[in-house]
């Protein structure tokens, strides 16, 4: 499949109800999605809320995919997955408690640049790369561990990404200031 598709890496979260089955599900459900393969899963992370601080803590996971779809066609079928999943968006509340989350952070662009290129869109429902992921460590220590398996560009830019943030870990817990 790596031949004719582009590699897209995801963020997964949950912080409601069986999380780790929760996205063993996401994950089962993504992988069947016609056009996609998961090429590598990170392990799983608890992370406290960073910004709607009055929840439960996260268990936070990324992947990376190969994929024929389209970043639009991607996400629209992302979002099916979370519906699946009985997430619930509440209207007014953007960073609340979620069964499942599914962000897609990168995809590489296929326009015949080198490897690692990233596609940048800005539409109301996809903005690429995620313009938040480069500031969360909930985000980039599981995708530094996908990178690894996947891409050494990126895994310097996911580091390069952390040194910039005051964060630590503990066992499988990402704290944040």
């Keep these: 499949m790596r031949n004719t598709s582009s590699i897209a890496y995801i963020s997964l979260g949950s912080n409601i109800g069986d999380s780790p089955a929760c996205m063993d599900e996401a994950l089962r459900l993504t992988a069947a999605i016609s056009g996609v393969k998961v090429a590598a899963v990170s392990g799983r992370w608890r992370t406290e809320p960073q910004d709607d601080k009055n929840q439960p803590w996260f268990v936070n ?3 990376a995919l190969y994929t ?4 639009l066609d991607l996400l629209k079928l992302l979002q099916g997955v979370e519906n699946a999943l009985g997430r619930v968006r509440e209207w007014g509340r ?3 408690p979620r069964t499942i989350d599914l ?3 990168l995809y590489e662009r296929q326009d015949g640049l ?3 290129a990233w596609l940048e869109i800005s539409l109301p429902e ?7 992921f480069r500031r969360r460590a909930f985000v980039l220590v599981p995708l530094r561990e996908v990178a690894a398996k996947t891409s050494t560009k990126l895994l310097a830019e996911t580091q390069a990404a952390l ?4 964060y630590r870990l503990e066992g499988d817990r990402i704290f944040q200031a």
Aim: glycine share 12%; no cysteine; net charge negative.
């Design 61 to 63: 996971q990324a992947a």
């Design 68 to 71: 024929g779809l389209a970043p």
């Design 94 to 96: 953007r960073f609340g």
């Design 103 to 105: 962000d897609i952070l």
């Design 114 to 116: 080198e490897q690692g």
């Design 126 to 132: 996809l903005t690429l790369p995620h313009p938040r």
């Design 163 to 166: 040194d910039k943030l005051d």
